[in-house]
């Protein structure tokens, strides 16, 4: 029934301290509306507002409330008065004897009661079942929906707050936003138990209360996969950007039993790319998210492991066996490797920034934080093409968005088309020779000092957002000792090894390095962390499939 598929998650609940009464309650609600409703009975009020908060923190619905008047310790009315404020779209009925009428008429006004019952209510078919078909009807017709999703409880400006709806929203965990100064926000908190002083709550699908979770408990709780299901494989892929999961549909989709190891959210830079229109394939355009989506959809189809949340510290070689370390002290081990671990954006340095970083400053787009922008002026460091992508994205909603950039224009590093198309918004500049010389705010961002490189003036300009794209410092200092980097950090592989024509010196095979082939064996690298990579989506995509053909060489001839 349609009705009953709608309501499936509501509850009507009855309250009474005598057993009696109460199992009868229940038998006649079990009897009319058992199939659409779940019938949930206590016989206190202190458990029946327990039973709300469970309900409360699981995502379930309480469409109707009884409670008898006369219980001990805590009555019917005091009951409902302290349950309306868990679930206030709940409709609410008092039973009562007929001495207690001027009650329970006193009760409409404090709290709100939309019907009282007098006992014995039978027969239910004519004294309690039309008055709650006429409440249920009601309560159907009313905003009160179920929300299945993850619920996220903060403030808007903490920081913990924005780095866990960043990494739930990059992993594609559906999630609603509550803030902890609104009501809705507030009940959440009482229901777990919280004074707010802590933050964020975190409540999973089924109810279970996570305060302040770190990244590895938020993952496991949320369905993401941190565990490996074996010791050994044929290829581990580090890191879960393009080139990262280019090697695992390739790799897994060519009989590799294949494992992408990601320390935070699939997609690198480019999943936090609002809009990617020069990929080819995608005429117009595909964002980050979709993309990433799609490609780590398309590895578990053929049979790639993906595990987030898991930092790699390590890399030993043990014969021909290549064995990855984790932070927390395990590890597996593979026939081969492949680094994909990208780069992260440099920090500013400028005074204020660290302070304030992820209240009001933010490295990458941080996509979640966009609604929050409409109708306020944006200002974005960087002039290659992320920073560009952002500033079009951004645009829509925001009052004005002002890009600074420390070169003379953006040509030396962001794509014709993207140039053209921030020339022809209204509402975006661009202020070159231009660097944030300091951040200022109290708790969140407010004023941004800038300064002309050329004239050396300084300007201060109120702005609490402020997102930063410059430059790329690769992800590799847990390979020194072990890999060879360049003075960057960026990992050489294949010809650079080799620029004398001789290998590296602790070369053992007979072989030179294959094209992309660290001067370990068997390890492998792809993407923005390779020296001299060419730092586009399609290019990272195109070297983890090449890094796949050179592993199946590999161990061909091992």
């Known amino acids: 029934m349609a009705q009953a598929a709608e309501s499936a998650r509501a509850v009507i609940l009855t309250v009474d301290d005598d057993a009696g009464v109460s199992r009868a309650v229940a038998r006649d609600l079990r009897r009319r509306y058992g199939e659409s409703y779940r019938i949930v009975r206590a016989e206190s009020g202190e458990s029946a507002l327990e039973a709300l908060r469970e309900l409360k923190l699981r995502g379930d619905l309480v469409a109707v409330i009884l ?40 009760a409409i006004n404090v709290v709100d009661l939309d019907h009282y019952l007098l006992k014995p209510w039978d027969p239910p078919e004519e004294k309690l079942y039309p008055v709650l078909d006429d409440l249920l009807e009601a309560w159907r017709c009313s905003d009160y929906r179920p929300v299945p999703a993850t619920k996220v409880v903060g403030h808007r400006w903490s920081a913990r707050s924005s780095d866990v709806r960043e ?81 695992a549909v390739y790799g897994a989709s060519e009989g590799l039993r294949t494992v992408l190891v990601e320390r935070s959210a699939t997609g690198g830079q480019a999943g936090q790319s609002s809009r990617i229109e020069n990929y080819l394939g995608f005429p117009d355009g595909v964002s980050g998210a979709q993309l990433t989506d799609r490609a780590r959809r398309q590895a578990a189809k053929f049979g790639a492991e993906v595990l987030t949340a898991r930092e790699v510290t390590g890399l030993e070689v043990s014969g021909a066996a290549r064995i990855v370390r984790f932070s ?14 990208g780069v992260s954006y440099r920090q500013l340095r400028a005074p204020g920034c660290a302070e304030l970083t992820s209240c009001g400053v933010f490295y990458g787009s941080a996509l979640t934080e966009a609604p929050s922008c409409k109708g306020q002026d944006v200002y974005i460091v960087g002039g290659a093409n992320s920073a560009g992508q952002a500033a079009m994205y951004l ?33 975006i500049s661009v202020r070159p020779r231009t660097v944030v010389d300091a951040a200022h705010g109290e708790g969140h961002l407010e004023q941004l000092t800038l300064r002309d490189t050329e004239t050396g003036d300084t ?46 010196a602790d070369w053992e095979l007979d072989r030179p390095p294959y094209h992309l082939e660290t001067n370990v064996p068997g390890v492998f690298v792809a993407g923005d962390a390779r020296a001299e990579s060419a730092k586009r989506v399609a290019s990272a995509v195109g070297e983890g499939a090449m890094a796949v053909m050179l592993v199946h060489r590999y161990l061909e001839q091992s």
């Open 67 to 106: 409670a008898d008047y006369r219980m001990p310790q805590m009555n019917g009315i005091e009951f409902l008065e302290r349950a309306m404020d868990i679930h206030p779209g709940a409709r609410r009925i008092l039973l009562t004897a007929y001495a207690d009428t001027s009650a329970a008429i006193d």
């Open 167 to 247: 990494f739930l929203a990059r992993n594609q965990v559906p999630y609603r936003w509550y803030s902890a100064d609104e009501p809705e926000g507030q009940r959440l908190l009482a229901a777990a138990g919280q004074d707010g002083r802590r933050l964020p709550l975190v409540i999973t699908p089924e109810g279970t209360a996570l305060v302040e979770p770190d990244v590895p408990e938020l993952a496991s709780h949320v369905g993401l996969a941190t565990t490996p299901t074996a010791d050994f494989y044929d290829l581990v892929v580090i890191g879960g950007g393009p080139a990262g999961l280019g090697a």
């Open 328 to 341: 927390d002290g395990s590890a597996i081990a593979a026939h081969s490797v492949i680094l994909a671990t």
């Open 395 to 427: 645009s829509k909603g925001a009052k004005s968005v002002t890009l600074l950039v420390r070169g003379a224009d953006l040509s030396a590093s962001m794509s014709h088309y993207l140039i053209q198309q921030i020339n022809e918004a209204p509402n």
């Open 459 to 504: 300007e201060l300009v109120d702005a609490q957002w402020l997102f930063v794209f410059i430059g790329a410092a690769p992800l590799t200092d847990w390979l020194d000792g072990t890999v060879l980097r360049d003075s960057g950090g960026f990992i050489l592989a294949g010809p650079d090894l080799t620029p004398d024509g001789r290998p590296p």
